[in-house]
């Protein structure tokens, strides 16, 4: 699962999906995690939090149909074929369900045998290596793409920029992703969910800013939408209290 999740979500960008619609969709997580601990878990809301659902879920359909229309234009004038980005939001759709499914099977395993978040980071990356082999012709080209790029001096060593850029990639992903199974160690995978959502809010604004991706009022009112969504949804008064029990 954590392998599909990480293929379908990277594979996306393949498809004329621009980067904050990628960070605005993933955010829709808050919405399919509900749903399933709902008829997984058995769960039961309230209905502000069913409202902040349906906040979240607008928003990202605006989000959604604001990039396609930007993406179509500019693919009437490049010839590129419009029912990419169909493929990409289905793809991203895909990861969005299969990425809460993921989320409510760890918490069942830490329930039943036990929170340790170290052993669960190093095998949900180690066993799904193997499955790489099946994307070597995608892989293997691009190592010599990565190896032609402009050369770096660092510490008296010459290094390809884009492999310095790949290095730096895995350090702050392990650093956020074991940070991420710490968290999913002590509080419900909701709970990690909305914390990863705000996180991909800064990267939003980081992308859209650095990037210059453009970004319309439409995308603004559905970045609103699903952001507003996920404090409403927050109970942070209960939140507090089980920061508290914990400390």
């Known amino acids: 699962m954590f392998f599909a999740v ?76 419009k029912n990419q980005s169909f493929i990409g939001i289905a793809l991203m759709s895909f990861a969005l369900i299969l990425s809460a499914g993921l989320g409510i099977y760890q918490e069942t395993l830490f329930k039943k045998y036990g929170k340790h978040p170290k052993e669960a980071l190093f095998y949900s990356h180690a066993l799904p290596l193997p499955g790489f082999l099946l994307l070597i012709g995608d892989i293997y080209p691009q190592l010599h793409l990565f190896s032609k790029s402009g050369i770096i001096e660092l510490f008296l060593f010459n290094i390809p920029l884009l492999w310095l850029y790949l290095i730096g990639n895995v350090i702050t992903q392990y650093i956020c992703v074991r940070s991420v199974f710490t968290i999913a160690a002590k509080y419900s995978s909701l709970t990690v969910t909305m914390i990863i959502t705000f996180r991909k809010f800064v990267s939003l604004i980081f992308s859209i800013i650095y ?33 508290k029990k914990l400390e």
């Not at 659902?53 to 500019?74: D, H, N």
């Not at 970004?215 to 008064?237: E, P, R």
């Open 6 to 81: 990480s293929v379908a979500n990277n594979w996306a960008l393949n498809f004329n999906i621009p980067m904050p619609l990628h960070m605005i969709f993933k955010s829709g997580s808050l919405v399919t995690s509900m749903f399933m601990g709902r008829f997984l878990l058995k769960k039961k809301y309230a209905f502000i939090k069913y409202f902040s659902v349906l906040m979240v879920s607008c928003g990202i359909f605006l989000a959604t149909w604001a990039s396609y229309r930007i993406k179509a234009e500019t693919n009437s004038e490049i010839n590129t074929p």
């Open 211 to 243: 990037f210059q991706n453009p970004f319309t009022n439409l995308h603004w009112f559905a970045t609103f939408l699903v952001f507003a969504g996920t404090l409403l949804f927050t109970d942070l008064k209960n939140l507090r209290s089980q920061t």
